[in-house]
């Protein structure tokens, strides 16, 4: 039996960009469905042998007239109850952002299991901000470059319990 994996987080901390890695050139469905459902993104993703459904949680930026935080809550809340685990992005490059420790502070009631993924580690410029995330109380960070392909094998063994 396969599990679902969301990839939250809040806007450019890469997350289109990690769901297009794991779901690579299969295809990707887009949902066309008026309303909530039209934000997100679901494919079949894996990394190696380990395979499981994915969905990227987009469009925090437009149609609700409510605050990017009201957003935001709203499409993890969908996104969480249909998923076994969630990531959680944060832009290691950027560092922790207000919105990122107000999130974090939210997903740590989650029932959901939650990975904290720190993205945009490729390099040295994103050290500050990899250490940084373990403050945000969601556990030890992974860290990944969605862009270069970099830390996919700390993904695969930290989705691994999850299969
Ligand atoms: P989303 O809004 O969370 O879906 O973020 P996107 O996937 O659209 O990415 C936002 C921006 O971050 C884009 O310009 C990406 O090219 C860039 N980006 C994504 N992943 C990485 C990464 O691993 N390293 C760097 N340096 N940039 C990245
Ligand atoms: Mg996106």
Redesign the pocket.
């Known amino acids: 039996m396969s599990f679902t994996v969301a990839i939250i987080?809040?806007?450019?901390?890469?997350?289109?960009?990690?769901?297009?890695r794991l779901v690579g050139k299969k295809l990707a469905l887009v949902d066309d469905t008026p309303g909530v459902t039209r934000d997100r993104r679901e494919g079949e993703a894996s990394i190696s042998s380990l395979n499981f459904r994915v969905i990227?949680t987009?469009g925090?930026e437009e149609r609700f007239d409510d605050s990017l935080e009201g957003r935001m809550r709203r499409q993890t809340e969908i996104a969480l109850a249909e998923a076994d685990v969630a990531l959680m992005?944060i832009?290691a490059?950027t560092g922790i952002t207000p919105l990122d420790k107000h999130f974090a502070g939210w997903l740590r009631k989650s029932e959901t299991p939650v990975i904290l993924v720190a993205?945009?580690?490729?390099g040295k410029a994103g050290m500050p901000g990899l250490m940084e995330s373990f403050s945000l109380g969601l556990g030890e960070p992974v860290a990944?470059?969605?862009?270069?392909g970099?830390g996919m094998a700390e993904l695969f063994d930290v989705l691994l319990p999850f299969e």
């Open positions: 987080g809040r806007p450019n901390v890469g997350k289109s960009t990690l769901f297009n990227d987009a925090l992005l832009d490059r993205n945009k580690c490729e990944l470059s969605a862009e270069h970099e």
